[in-house]
């Protein structure tokens, strides 16, 4: 079993950076991969970023590309998404996930799930 815990959301203002982070812990495996999704009022959870823990390699939703970030730390056990040029669109609750094989970012490939952390970004 693999524990998610997240960490970082709140409120900041457009044009703005937040870092949230996700603490794994229990079985997990440099097999794995890691993602953020994302889930706004009224909308179905979609895929940020994912990043495969062995090779370090880094995928990203259309969204994301070029304004946020996604890396791992391997002696914290901890990923991260730096998230700058922050919108207002990006409110969501942000959700960390895992994946026990090199599957694909959607939400039916994950197998593990954290409670999320919202972030808020204010006009």
């Known amino acids: 079993q693999v524990q998610l815990v997240e960490s970082g959301g709140g409120l900041v203002q457009a044009g703005g950076s937040l870092r949230v982070s996700c603490a794994v812990s229990g079985r997990t495996s440099s097999s794995y991969s890691m993602a953020w999704f994302r889930q706004a009022p009224g909308k179905e959870r979609e895929f940020v970023a994912g990043i495969r823990w062995s090779s370090g390699s880094t995928y990203y939703a259309d969204s994301a590309k070029g304004r946020f970030t996604i890396a791992r730390d391997n002696a914290k056990n901890t990923v991260y998404l730096q998230m700058n040029s922050l919108k207002p669109e990006d409110t969501a609750v942000y959700y960390c996930?895992?994946?026990?094989?090199?599957?694909?970012?959607?939400?039916?490939?994950?197998?593990?799930w954290g409670k999320g952390t919202l972030v808020t970004v204010s006009s």
């Open positions: 996930a895992a994946d026990r094989a090199l599957g694909s970012w959607s939400v039916r490939a994950m197998d593990y």
